[in-house]
């Protein structure tokens, strides 16, 4: 199956500061990149859709100045968290998908963020 | 607004039954469908996809759609205790370049 991989895998770091996440697809070129988040015993929400070579879509509530993606390759797209606060601190997991493969999505392990 | 209801248990289950987790949801459109596993502290799993009415058999799992009702439900045969985890619902309404729209989840105990 596609493999998908997240860097780190857990940080913690102080209010105010920016932190930048990972996502790769290791053994296929993945069309489109999703980032989702999920605080403790909710649910995974979208926050935004990263095509290769244009800009992120973002849903409805999520600050796109605060949440910078950049999917510069085919197999990688980065969510740098700017200026953290202690509510930013939550579970981000990337998925990658096929255009054509029926929406089905492949998970990486995610990122456990931790403001202080 | 794209809902996607289940209802969050824990449902309990002794090992070797059948566990059934049902899902609804709300957007017509909605052409694809998705069951994930989800265990503590990790991320989703896929067990599932499911596109048209019927079902559809993966050793132990069955998943179940009906547009009709707009209801999908999984199915885990001879359940086992490694089986115990939050299942997922998860729903797309376009095609691959959509986002998922997921339950709460479903949290399953399988007792030994």
């Known amino acids: 199956g596609a493999v998908v991989s997240q860097h780190p895998s857990w940080v913690i770091c102080k209010s105010g500061t920016s932190v930048k996440i990972e996502c790769r697809s290791l053994?296929?070129?993945?069309?489109?990149m999703f980032w989702y988040r999920q605080f403790p015993k909710q649910s995974l929400m979208l926050m935004a859709t990263s095509n290769e070579g244009s800009k992120a879509t973002y849903e409805q509530g999520v600050e796109k100045d605060k949440f910078l993606i950049n999917h510069a390759s085919l197999t990688l797209s980065t969510l740098t968290v700017t200026s953290a606060h202690p509510e930013d601190s939550s579970f981000y997991i990337c998925s990658a998908g096929f255009v054509r493969g029926g929406g089905t999505q492949y998970f990486g392990p995610g990122t456990r963020l931790t403001v202080l | 607004q794209k809902e996607v209801e289940q209802n969050s248990g824990p449902l309990s289950v002794p090992e070797g039954a059948i566990a059934s987790l049902n899902c609804t949801y709300s957007?017509?459109?909605?052409?694809?469908f998705f069951w994930y596993r989800q265990y503590s502290g990790k991320s989703p799993e896929l067990i599932m996809s499911i596109y048209s009415n019927g079902d559809k058999e993966d050793g132990r799992f069955t998943a179940q759609l009906n547009k009709a009702s707009q209801y999908v439900s999984l199915l885990i045969r001879d359940s086992q205790p490694s089986d115990s985890a939050t299942y997922l619902c998860a729903v797309l309404l376009g095609g691959g370049a959509d986002g998922l729209t997921f339950g709460k989840g479903t949290h399953l105990i399988i007792q030994p």
């Open positions: 957007d017509r459109g909605s052409q694809s």
């Open positions: 053994d296929f070129q993945a069309t489109t």
